[in-house]
């Protein structure tokens, strides 16, 4: 298994254009998450999913969209991007359980990103 | 909402040394997981140890353990016998137990130096 993996590794845009953060996962797995990370403010989640065609809004949303067409893919799409949005980007995945309970969520390698 | 606080910015430990990070948090969940994780240069997301808040005994893996403390919603990670390879960021997070609880609330990390 490859795991989670994303792409590119590194990119730089200009402010303004627009972009698609690649994540995928040959795990099976249900669940899905977009994170940020910033210097001085830990791993914020962007947007989230439980399965194909089913999203929801994390902590800082604005400025992002995502859409879930398969279980295996998850991309996250910046349509104007601006220098905030400059940070490193993490996928990360895990099983769903029926009942509470845990399943470990793997993270991607991470995407950095500069805004111009 | 639950916020998990990482009060040292900044650490280090003398190679073969004992050195404790610190976290806390807030919630008025009476169930739920907290991690450590240990992101090295590389970026890469790295799962350390895991605590479920309804065991008292406290979590340990290897030369990693955890002093949990519920009531005073602490949860520090001791790194026993330091090495090299230790050197990193080591973030604190937090998720809710209920089914359909899956994302990770992250403290804002610590950087460990580990000194030769």
């Known amino acids: 298994n490859a795991g989670v993996t994303q792409t590119p590794k590194f990119q730089v845009l200009k402010t303004g254009q627009s972009m698609t953060l690649q994540c995928a996962q040959d795990?099976?797995?249900?669940?899905m998450s977009w994170y940020r990370q910033d210097p001085g403010m830990g791993l914020r989640l962007i947007h989230y999913?439980?399965?194909?065609?089913?999203?929801d809004q994390g902590e800082v949303p604005n400025g992002y969209n995502v859409s879930r067409s398969t279980t295996e893919d998850f991309p996250l799409r910046l349509l104007s991007a601006a220098p905030s949005q400059t940070s490193v980007y993490f996928c990360?995945?895990?099983?769903?359980?029926?009942?509470?309970?845990?399943?470990?969520?793997?993270f991607g390698p991470g995407t950095r990103l500069t805004v111009l | 909402a639950q916020t998990v606080t990482q009060s040292q910015p900044e650490m280090s430990v003398q190679e073969a040394e004992t050195v404790t990070l610190s976290c806390t948090y807030d919630?008025?969940?009476?169930?739920?997981?907290l991690f450590w994780y240990k992101q090295p240069p590389s970026r890469q997301m790295i799962l350390v140890i895991r605590?479920?808040?309804?065991?008292?005994q406290n979590a340990t893996e290897n030369r990693f353990s955890v002093n949990f403390q519920k009531a005073a919603k602490s949860f520090s990670l001791k790194i026993s016998d330091s090495q090299l390879g230790d050197a990193a960021m080591y973030f604190c997070?937090?998720?809710?137990?209920?089914?359909?609880?899956?994302?990770?609330?992250f403290g804002k990390g610590t950087k460990l130096s580990v000194i030769p």
């Open positions: 990360a995945s895990s099983q769903l359980s029926g009942t509470s309970g845990y399943n470990e969520q793997f």
């Open positions: 795990m099976n797995h249900e669940y």
């Open positions: 999913s439980v399965g194909a065609g089913i999203t």
């Open positions: 919630t008025s969940e009476s169930d739920y997981y």
């Open positions: 605590q479920e808040a309804y065991k008292q």
């Open positions: 997070a937090y998720r809710s137990l209920g089914a359909g609880s899956y994302q990770l609330t």
